[in-house]
């Protein structure tokens, strides 16, 4: 099994005495000052990695709306301009030059028409999914968490239709158990089937605990250290043959260190 954590909960230094894989998330990274990627606090970067021995993935530019996220890096991959896809295919080529295990990227927001907005998603997705072939990296689109109704791709159904329809060997699925709890209203039943759904698809897993309800914080989706709250990490047991990262995507290295032992108990 392959623990990582997200480099929001700590610094490189700090995650390597704990897990063996970092999930570079990049909108919080500093790495852009007005929109241009920084070289030299990349290259910072790089060779902090190049000095221990941690797999890799990265976590691409996504839609936010909250103070606390650049607004500057905000992509919507329903509605997609020159400057977004710069910054999509800048995290593709960072995933190829760390030969990161798969870039995770979020389905689009919904823009007035559903359908619409889903077409337009997956026509962005199928140019990514050609420049991640051409880089040789894996993309993973996550499931968003239903409580928001403005996102695309809760249910496994839309999810699996989007990366059906973009038809690359390129793209599978990010299971994000965290919004998977809250699609289903924290219903483990549920959360079982939605796995069973996504056997077969997932190249990479997201593990954060919350309710499995809407609140006024985040809808819901506050990205606890599992055993905080409802989510029956067994599930993952549904995602046969998995031999990729269980990445802990949570926001402080006590959540790094409670969120391994706890799945590490309930997995033995």
Same mark, same amino acid.
């Given at each position: 099994?392959?623990?990582?954590?997200?480099?929001?909960?700590?610094?490189?230094?700090?995650?390597?005495?704990?897990?063996?894989?970092?999930?570079?998330?990049?909108?919080?990274?500093?790495?852009?000052?007005?929109?241009?990627?920084?070289?030299?606090?990349?290259?910072?970067?790089?060779?902090?990695?190049?000095?221990?021995?941690?797999?890799?993935?990265?976590?691409?530019?996504?839609? %936010?709306?909250?103070?606390?996220?650049?607004?500057?890096?905000?992509?919507?991959?329903?509605?997609?301009?020159?400057? *977004?896809?710069?910054?999509?295919?800048?995290?593709?080529?960072? %995933?190829?030059?760390?030969?990161?295990?798969?870039?995770?990227? *979020?389905?689009?927001?919904?823009?007035?028409?559903? %359908?619409?907005?889903?077409?337009?998603?997956?026509?962005?997705?199928?140019?990514?999914?050609?420049?991640?072939?051409?880089?040789?990296?894996?993309?993973?689109?996550?499931?968003?968490?239903?409580?928001?109704?403005?996102?695309?791709?809760?249910?496994?159904?839309?999810?699996?239709?989007?990366?059906?329809?973009?038809?690359?060997?390129?793209?599978?699925?990010?299971?994000?158990?965290?919004?998977?709890?809250?699609?289903?209203? $924290?219903?483990?039943?549920?959360?079982?089937?939605?796995?069973?759904?996504?056997?077969?698809?997932?190249?990479?897993? *997201?593990? *954060?605990?919350?309710?499995?309800?809407?609140?006024?914080?985040?809808?819901?989706?506050?990205?606890?250290?599992?055993?905080?709250?409802?989510?029956?990490?067994?599930?993952?047991?549904?995602?046969?043959?998995?031999?990729?990262?269980?990445?802990?995507?949570?926001?402080?290295?006590?959540?790094?260190?409670? $969120?391994?032992?706890?799945?590490?108990?309930?997995?033995?």
């Amino acid at each position: 099994m392959i623990i990582g954590a997200s480099s929001f909960a700590g610094t490189i230094e700090e995650i390597k005495n704990e897990v063996q894989s970092i999930e570079l998330y990049i909108p919080k990274l500093g790495l852009y000052k007005n929109m241009q990627l920084q070289e030299d606090m990349l290259g910072s970067i790089m060779d902090a990695i190049s000095t221990c021995d941690l797999l890799t993935s990265v976590h691409a530019p996504y839609f %936010a709306d909250v103070p606390t996220y650049p607004k500057e890096l905000v992509v919507d991959t329903a509605s997609m301009g020159r400057t *977004h896809f710069r910054l999509m295919e800048e995290s593709i080529e960072l %995933a190829n030059r760390l030969d990161s295990k798969v870039v995770v990227i *979020h389905p689009g927001r919904i823009n007035g028409n559903p %359908a619409s907005s889903f077409s337009k998603m997956v026509d962005n997705l199928k140019k990514l999914a050609s420049t991640a072939h051409d880089c040789g990296v894996m993309l993973g689109l996550e499931n968003k968490e239903g409580t928001d109704p403005g996102n695309l791709c809760c249910m496994t159904d839309e999810l699996l239709n989007a990366v059906m329809a973009v038809d690359s060997p390129s793209l599978g699925v990010t299971f994000d158990i965290g919004h998977a709890n809250l699609t289903c209203g $924290g219903i483990s039943e549920k959360v079982r089937d939605f796995a069973k759904d996504l056997d077969g698809h997932v190249v990479h897993m *997201h593990l *954060h605990d919350n309710n499995g309800k809407w609140t006024d914080e985040y809808a819901g989706d506050v990205h606890m250290a599992p055993g905080s709250g409802t989510v029956d990490f067994t599930v993952i047991d549904e995602i046969s043959g998995y031999r990729g990262i269980y990445n802990l995507e949570v926001f402080s290295m006590d959540d790094v260190v409670a $969120g391994k032992n706890v799945i590490i108990r309930r997995l033995q």
